[in-house]
């Protein structure tokens, strides 16, 4: 039920943009979609920060360093989660996990390495 895995990390120019993943493969539809999901992330050194969230209602919120430049989204016939990440810049290096809540219940996936360098 809780296996959640992120893919679509990498290496990227500051301005460049990529697009991450996360798929709940063994989550039964009837609870991933009432399902919040949430992209957060973690640098060297740094706790893990909330960089967006989608509500079962696809209402969306987004951490102020990141708006108007990352847009997350979901596919709930794929049981998926995506976030666009555009303008890139050095500061958004991390690795960057997916999480899934519902009723309070959290789970996370492993995270991808997003590294934005010259």
């Known amino acids: 039920q809780g296996l959640l895995v992120e893919s679509g990390g990498g290496l990227v120019q500051p301005g460049g943009s990529l697009r991450l993943s996360c798929a709940a493969p063994?989550?039964?539809?009837?609870?991933?979609?009432?399902?919040?999901m949430a992209w957060y992330r973690q640098a060297p050194g740094k706790e893990r920060d909330l960089v967006a969230t989608?509500?079962?209602?696809?209402?969306?919120t987004y951490a102020d360093s990141v708006k108007g430049r990352f847009t997350i989204s979901r596919d709930n016939a794929r049981k998926k989660i995506y976030l666009q990440m555009n303008d890139l810049a050095p500061e958004d290096s991390a690795v960057y996990y997916c999480?899934?809540?519902?009723?309070?219940?959290?789970?996370w996936g492993r995270g991808t390495q997003v590294t934005v360098s010259s």
């Open positions: 989608i509500t079962s209602d696809r209402t969306v």
């Open positions: 999480n899934r809540n519902l009723g309070g219940q959290n789970f």
């Open positions: 063994t989550t039964i539809t009837s609870v991933f979609n009432p399902s919040t």
